[in-house]
């Protein structure tokens, strides 16, 4: 039988549950803590399967810290959830587009510079307004609409200050003319498990929960599977969120998220997402 863990640097909610629906399955989960401990590079697969189990559904809400325990669990051939690949993709936005414009995913047009020339030759192409956002974040986090090439500058000159390269990834894109909400579907390996609506505040355009939205269930069309299906295809697969946006030219993908929030989700559909995401991870062999 495969044995599992579960590494988390916070014990969330979403934690909470996962650990509920491993006990109620009658498994005994591993749950590792990696702010208090380190990791030996040179380990070999039995003493890392001893500690974290053969299978690891790694949730660290901060992603470098996650990708890189993901890198020495998988080095060792332990399977990670989601796998290396799948996370350094859906972690960085413009890696994300890269591979639905490559897979034929309808997206937003999503434009990247470099310097502030760059950037105010970008908005002259997308128009206003338009949205910026760090290629590495989430939680809607310094994501802004941008109305005119004044508040562009201002941003731009900001971000320069910042001593984070990632920073200086400007990454523009077009303003989706959508209603006041967004689509969240969980896809967990080849099934599109649930989804929702999430309609952002009343004094606030992001949709996010972190931002104060609220998740209503929406039904999956067989237009919204195929989409999701096909944008959990193009990133590898694995416990996803696909995010999309209902467009006047259709529904277009602009997130996918590797470390799935579900609470949201989950009470607006009480689809059983934590029991799923174990069963799943038990299900699957090890290479
Ligand atoms: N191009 C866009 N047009 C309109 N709204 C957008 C656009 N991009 C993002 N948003 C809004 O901002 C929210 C956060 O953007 P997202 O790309 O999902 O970043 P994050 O990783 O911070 O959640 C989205 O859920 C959506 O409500
Ligand atoms: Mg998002």
Not at 65 to 92: K, M, P, W, Y
Not at 142 to 152: E, G, N, P, T, V
Not at 204 to 221: D, F, H, L, Q, Y
Request: with cysteine; glycine share 6%.
């Amino acid at each position: 039988m495969t044995n599992l863990g579960l590494v988390s640097d916070r014990i969330r909610w979403d934690e909470k549950a996962l650990i509920r629906a491993a006990a109620k399955a009658g498994i005994d989960l591993k749950v590792i803590d990696p702010k208090t401990t380190y990791m030996n590079t040179a380990s070999n697969a039995e003493d890392l399967e001893m500690k974290f189990g053969e299978v690891v559904i790694q949730r660290c809400v901060s992603y470098f810290r996650g990708l890189h325990i993901t890198a020495i669990l998988e080095n060792s051939g332990l399977q990670v959830i989601n796998s290396f690949d799948v996370s350094l993709t859906c972690g960085n936005k413009l890696f994300t587009t890269l591979a639905l414009s490559k897979a034929g995913i309808p997206a937003p047009k999503t434009l990247i510079a470099f310097t502030d020339k760059g950037v105010s030759k970008a908005l002259e192409e997308l128009g206003y307004p338009a949205v910026m956002k760090p290629v590495v974040g989430s939680w809607g986090r310094l994501i802004a609409l941008i109305r005119d090439k004044d508040s562009a500058q201002a941003i731009v000159e900001s971000r320069e200050r910042i001593s984070n390269a990632l920073m200086q990834i400007y990454y523009l894109q077009e303003y989706v003319k959508r209603p006041p909400r967004d689509i969240r579907v969980l896809v967990i390996g080849d099934e599109a498990v649930a989804a929702s609506y999430r309609y952002s505040s009343e004094d606030e355009w992001r949709t996010n929960v972190a931002r104060g939205g609220t998740s209503k269930p929406c039904p999956i069309t067989s237009e919204l599977e195929e989409i999701a299906l096909k944008a959990a295809d193009a990133v590898g697969n694995g416990v996803l969120a696909v995010d999309c946006m209902e467009s006047p030219r259709g529904i277009l993908v602009h997130e996918i998220n590797s470390t799935v929030e579900f609470r949201g989700l989950y009470s607006a559909t009480k689809v059983d997402i934590p029991g799923k995401i174990i069963k799943y991870a038990m299900e699957m062999k090890k290479k």
